[in-house]
């Protein structure tokens, strides 16, 4: 190797390290600062809505009375706890009229979703409760919390500094000359942070390998600080598609609130309502007995794929009424088989002998 190539090639192998070195940094950097800014709390409650894009927010918020809006507007009121409970109750509006109920949750050791019918005098009855172990994304929360999609997996139900420590993340560069946003790559997703708001996400995009390049688009228009001196995602969009276009606003956001253990238990079932325990592997109808047989075990597994899959559950026959049924047209058809027999030995014995040829 020539002599006077050296210098050149140490200056740039110093660069090279030195562009890495600053890699480095940056990324402990937003790294510590989620991590700081998560752990200022050990609680958190937040109400957003969420409605079509074209659709504004104007008025006073009033979380006991309908949104103000015409057309399909979904309200959550979210609690999440560092002891791994969370809580996520949504409600679908339709023309300012609440059309459907339902709750997602988990006290730390159960883990549930219950559905709600919303009776003529609009009170929600408890139509149908699941109860499991593992946690499992319900399909009303398919897409996760919003104002949190940047932050926190409702999937993986970890905060974006953990999911990087276990997968990492490459930098991408800045978005404008100032260095406010750094982005970075993470397995398929591509992460966009504000430098101004503790490093918050201000985007999260599919990546340049995602194999869904036009899939979930998530965007924070607006920070605020709250009294705490906390920042926090405040309102932003949520696009999907040509079809899936709409905008997300806070309206309640509350740091380190206090929650009773309670709050985040399943709600109690009432008289009537559909009981699908998959921990135990029973389903039964409050009020009625309460079996543990095999087919009761494949009637909650059919009831909760049609679930997961946003179908309708048309109907679900108590597995005690399906054993009697049963039962019933075991003895009906018995009692058949013994009467034809019986028809078939009086006309043999009544029919005079054949003569011998």
Not at 191 to 201: A, M, N, V
Request: with cysteine.
């Amino acid at each position: 190797m020539p002599a006077k190539l050296l210098p050149y090639l140490l200056l740039c192998g110093l660069v090279f390290s030195t562009d890495l070195n600053a890699d480095d940094a940056l990324y402990d950097e937003v790294i510590d600062s989620l991590q700081e800014w998560r752990q200022s709390f050990s609680t958190l409650r937040i109400v957003y809505e969420v409605r079509n894009i074209d659709q504004d927010y104007d008025g006073p918020f009033d979380l006991n009375a309908p949104p103000a809006a015409d057309h399909v507007v979904w309200r959550c009121d979210f609690a999440w706890s560092e002891e791994g409970k969370i809580r996520a109750r949504q409600e679908r509006f339709m023309d300012r009229v609440r059309t459907r109920e339902s709750i997602y949750g988990s006290d730390g050791t159960t883990n549930y979703e219950a559905h709600f019918n919303i009776e003529k005098d609009a009170s929600p009855r408890l139509r149908e409760l699941t109860l499991r172990r593992e946690w499992m994304p319900s399909p009303g929360m398919k897409f996760g919390i919003p104002p949190l999609m940047g932050l926190w997996s409702n999937h993986s139900t970890q905060w974006l500094f953990e999911a990087f420590d276990q997968h990492g993340a490459e930098f991408l560069g800045f978005h404008e000359e100032n260095r406010r946003f750094p982005a970075f790559l993470s397995r398929t997703t591509r992460y966009e942070f504000d430098r101004e708001y503790s490093y918050l996400t201000r985007s999260r995009l599919p990546g340049p390998d995602s194999s869904n390049p036009d899939g979930l688009l998530f965007y924070v228009d607006e920070f605020r600080i709250l009294e705490q001196g906390l920042p926090f995602p405040w309102s932003g969009r949520l696009l999907m598609g040509p079809e899936y276009k709409t905008r997300w606003q806070v309206f309640i956001a509350e740091p380190n609130v206090s929650v009773p253990k309670e709050f985040f238990a399943p709600p109690q079932p009432e008289e009537g309502t559909i009981v699908i325990d998959r921990i135990r592997g029973t389903q039964f109808v409050v009020g009625e007995e309460q079996p543990t047989t095999p087919a009761a075990i494949a009637a909650a597994a059919r009831v909760e794929q049609h679930q997961e899959a946003g179908e309708p559950v048309v109907a679900v026959v108590p597995a005690s009424t399906l054993a009697r049924w049963s039962l019933g047209l075991a003895c009906v058809g018995t009692m058949l088989l013994i009467v034809t027999l019986w028809f078939r030995w009086r006309d043999h014995k009544s029919s005079p002998p054949s003569k011998p040829r």
